[in-house]
């Protein structure tokens, strides 16, 4: 499994996301419970567009051990797919977050979308 994830480091590293994915898809075979694993896997789905995939190993967690710095991939991929209601009912789990709450204001979600221009697009 350790092999797998460095060789995933080192081809994000080469930028080569693709086969990134596949790395990180047999750590997550190999270590199901490994949440971070799961994240990372969800980071690469967004970068590539694939939305559902992203937001499928998310799902994947626990809610009861969602980690808060996983919620801004699962908002992004909500907004990929459309679904701004839901994507927008994360904000408050942002807002108590003590990871995410101190730079909520400041801080981007997903490196391109800020929270304030978060809420403007959840807005009707």
Request: net charge positive; hydrophobic share 45%; charged share 25%.
């Amino acid at each position: 499994m350790l092999a797998h994830r460095n060789l995933a480091s080192a081809l994000i590293a080469q930028n080569k996301p693709d086969a990134a994915i596949e790395e990180y898809v047999e750590v997550v075979r190999l270590a199901p419970q490994d949440h971070a694993a799961k994240i990372e896997l969800a980071r690469l789905y967004l970068s590539r567009g694939q939305f559902a995939e992203a937001l499928s190993s998310l799902a994947s967690i626990p809610k009861d051990s969602f980690p808060p710095d996983a919620i801004p991939a699962q908002a992004a991929a909500l907004l990929g797919l459309g679904k701004r209601e839901q994507a927008a009912a994360l904000i408050p789990r942002t807002k108590r977050s003590p990871v995410l709450r101190p730079n909520w204001r400041k801080s981007s979600w997903t490196g391109t979308l800020q929270s304030t221009r978060f809420r403007r697009l959840t807005r009707h």
